[in-house]
Nanobody, 115 residues
Framework: QVQLVESGGGLVQPGGSLRLSCAAS????????MGWYRQAPGKQRELVAS???????NYADFVRGRFTISRDSVKNTVYLQMNSLKPEDTAVYYC?????????WGQGTQVTVSS
């Protein structure tokens, strides 16, 4: 089992920045990829960014150049640095981890971009 705990969400003005953190615990040695997804009201959950065990990254087109995903293997934590935030980035952001057999989700953290 893998447990994921997110933090760092909140209210920010357009153009501002936030950094989300996702701390992983449990059988973390089995994790091959971690990522961030988001879900806005009335919309489907969508991939924002992901990073593999080998530090290969992938970004959705709508965040490329504004968001950066990174991981600290010592702290077992994945980060999402979000810059130049837009109102349309408002959503609940979920941390995700996958191994060969299972997918794990955090509880989600709210990000609201509004003036």
């Amino acid at each position: 089992q893998v447990q994921l705990v997110e933090s760092g969400g909140g209210l920010v003005q357009p153009g501002g920045s936030l950094r989300l953190s996702c701390a992983a615990s449990g059988t973390i040695f089995s994790i091959s990829i971690m990522g961030w997804y988001r879900q806005a009201p009335g919309k489907q959950r969508e991939l924002v960014a992901s990073v593999t065990r080998g530090d290969s990254t992938n970004y959705a087109d709508f965040v490329r150049g504004r968001f950066t995903i990174s991981r600290d293997s010592v702290k077992n934590t994945v980060y999402l640095q979000m810059n130049s935030l837009k109102p349309e980035d408002t959503a609940v952001y979920y941390c995700n981890a996958r191994n060969t057999f299972s997918t794990y989700w955090g509880q989600g953290t709210q990000v609201t971009v509004s003036s």
